[in-house]
């Protein structure tokens, strides 16, 4: 009788299971992203409000200089802002997406699968990243027309390409786990809304820190989007920014996001 096949050793399955975990969020990553081939409208509709804030409130703005930004123009500090608007607009309703894929069937049948549920946040998550890519680049070339002040370091402008991932995966996983939490549609977007707008105007995008009431000052300073804005004005415009702290912090909070999202799946999916 030949002897039973010796068990694979440890360090193979430590190896096998971060790739296989990077090919479940690859492919999801990939099927989220043939959807937008069937629905290029998409990019044009959602880069309408970003340029009715960027010509109409920035360029109003920067004429009547009510909004200290030293020597900066304020079109120039409203620019990264706006940029980062947008990618947030375009992932935290992402979780309806998920309520769809509930209702369809989809969702229970991709829980059954040897995919890890954090590799099919992730992949939504890093979808919805790419998702706030194309929308920032038709932000930063409306900015760029303007006459916005933006850098040529072609290093600065692909890590503001990260930055932009990074944070709207982690506004991603926030919408995936509002949905868990609140199970429909309906609920998903009354909160979603209702957060949306507090999230900007808690942030820097509008105007500095220093401006701001001190109670919402400490807001400012636990609202992830302040971190990304921080880092993409730093990087565009050059402003003095604490990089390494947003850069922290974003991929901090998108781990963390993760982690929950990819907890409360089973309970979206019941």
């Known amino acids: 009788m030949s002897a039973p096949p010796a068990a694979p050793p440890a360090a193979w399955?430590?190896?096998?299971?971060?790739?296989?975990?990077?090919?479940?969020v690859a492919t999801m990553c990939l099927v989220e992203l043939q959807k937008l081939r069937h629905d290029r409208s998409e990019l044009v509709t959602r880069a309408i409000q970003?340029?009715?804030?960027l010509l109409v409130f920035g360029e109003t703005f920067t004429r009547l200089r009510v909004i200290?930004?030293?020597?900066?123009?304020?079109?120039d500090y409203l620019a990264p802002g706006i940029l980062a608007q947008s990618a947030l607009f375009v992932s935290i309703f992402y979780g309806i997406q998920i309520i769809w894929e509930r209702d369809a069937g989809v969702l229970s049948k991709l829980l059954v699968t040897p995919t890890p549920r954090a590799a099919l946040v992730a992949g939504k998550a890093f979808a919805a990243g790419v998702r706030a890519v194309?929308?920032?680049?038709?932000?930063?070339?409306?900015?760029?027309?303007?006459?916005?002040?933006?850098?040529a370091n072609?290093?600065?402008?692909?890590?503001?390409?990260?930055v932009v991932v990074v944070g709207s995966a982690f506004f991603c996983c926030l919408s995936i786990t509002i949905a868990g939490l609140v199970l429909t549609r309906e609920r998903l977007?009354?909160?979603?809304?209702?957060?949306?707008?507090?999230?900007?105007?808690?942030?820097?995008?509008?105007?500095?820190?220093?401006?701001m009431p001190g109670w919402l000052q400490v807001i400012n300073h636990v609202n992830p989007l302040s971190y990304e804005v921080d880092a993409l004005r730093g990087l565009l415009i050059g402003t003095p920014a604490t990089l390494p702290l947003d850069l922290a912090v974003l991929v901090g909070a998108a781990a963390l996001g993760v982690g929950v999202?990819?907890?409360l799946l089973p309970r979206l999916a019941r």
């Open 68 to 75: 200290p930004t030293g020597s900066l123009p304020y079109l």
């Open 13 to 24: 399955g430590d190896r096998v299971l971060p790739r296989l975990f990077v090919s479940r």
């Open 50 to 53: 970003p340029a009715l804030w």
């Open 261 to 263: 999202a990819a907890a």
């Open 134 to 151: 194309l929308q920032a680049l038709v932000v930063l070339v409306l900015s760029a027309l303007l006459g916005v002040g933006l850098t």
């Open 189 to 211: 977007m009354g909160i979603g809304q209702a957060i949306t707008m507090p999230l900007f105007f808690a942030s820097n995008a509008l105007y500095p820190v220093q401006l």
């Open 154 to 162: 072609p290093l600065r402008l692909l890590t503001v390409l990260l």
